[in-house]
């Protein structure tokens, strides 16, 4: 009987509004991180035939200079869509327990908002034309070959 190979596949879509300010901060040699939590909300139809909603929240981790955007361009309630990968990780509380918990590493982020300065220099979210970043960190590790397919596919 052939083996059968599963694919590695791990990716993730999700739209959201962020539940808090992200919170940035930078590790030891100075790379740039930012955490936030955003709120999915599912509406559906319950067995009654009435107008339910979910919402489910998620924890988002971006780097770089993903981290860096991020930074200057969401708060509490921005919209945004996220696309990268799930990615666990495991830590010790200050009570000494192990606790894991379930993330997604954002390889791009959609802001769904852009920031407009009031008379008063406060930013102020206003409906977006959707600016888009991507964090290509992770293309030193291409081949030459699939960096050039990458390139093609955006195009």
């Not at 909300?41 to 489910?56: A, F, I, L």
């Not at 959609?110 to 009031?118: G, P």
Request: net charge negative.
């Amino acid at each position: 009987m052939a083996e059968l190979k599963m694919p590695e596949l791990n990716s993730v879509i999700v739209a959201g509004n962020l539940t808090k300010d992200p919170v940035f901060r930078q590790t030891s040699n100075n790379t740039p991180v930012v955490n936030f939590h955003i709120a999915a909300n599912r509406r559906y139809k319950d067995s009654s035939n009435q107008w339910q909603e979910d919402v489910c929240y998620v924890g988002v981790v971006a780097w770089n200079k993903l981290a860096d955007s991020c930074k200057d361009r969401l708060k509490k309630g921005s919209a945004v869509l996220i696309d990268g990968e799930l990615q666990s990780r495991t830590f010790k509380t200050e009570d000494g327990k192990n606790r894991t918990i379930v993330e997604i590493k954002a390889k791009r982020i959609q802001f769904l908002n852009k920031f407009s300065k009031q008379g008063n220099g406060e930013d102020v979210i206003a409906e977006s034309d959707e600016a888009d970043y991507e964090d290509n960190s992770f293309d030193k590790f291409l081949t030459d070959e699939e960096s050039d397919l990458m390139k093609s596919n955006k195009s």
